[in-house]
Nanobody, 126 residues
Framework: QVQLVESGGGSVQAGGSLRLSCQAY????????MAWFRQAPAKEREGVAV????????SYADFVKGRFTISQDDARSTLYLQMDSLKPDDTAMYYC???????????????????WGRGTQVTVSS
């Protein structure tokens, strides 16, 4: 129903910025929510930020509030994550996720998302 392809990862020094993109293919207008997750080595995948594709409401994990901004284009086919003031602890594989479920709301639980990209690596050095 939808395919997700992330891009924009890379290596940056602490304090720097990166902008991740997620291109969605398929029935994007029917999507309810899109989100960014991340997973560091030996750690659980955790929610970073989510956007409701209809009204554009957003929600963030506490550890990125004030530093990261999630957004989407008008066609709801591209999701972005602007990451500023990056820290070494932000080093992880970042994944784009999407759901058609209306009851998902602004969830940051990975179990609420059925569609996933393959990820893009972000490495922040001190």
């Amino acid at each position: 129903q939808v395919q997700l392809v992330e891009s924009g990862g890379g290596s940056v020094q602490a304090g720097g910025s990166l902008r991740l993109s997620c291109q969605a293919y398929g029935y994007t207008y029917s999507l309810s929510s899109m989100a960014w997750f991340r997973q560091a080595p030996a750690k659980e995948r955790e929610g970073v930020a989510v956007i409701g594709t209809g009204a554009g409401s957003t929600s963030y994990a506490d550890f990125v509030k004030g530093r990261f901004t999630i957004s989407q284009d008008d066609a709801r086919s591209t999701l972005y994550l602007q990451m500023d003031s990056l820290k070494p602890d932000d080093t992880a594989m970042y994944y784009c996720a999407a759901t058609f479920r209306r009851d998902a709301g602004l969830s940051l639980r990975k179990s609420d998302y059925q569609h996933w990209g393959r990820g893009t690596q972000v490495t922040v050095s001190s």
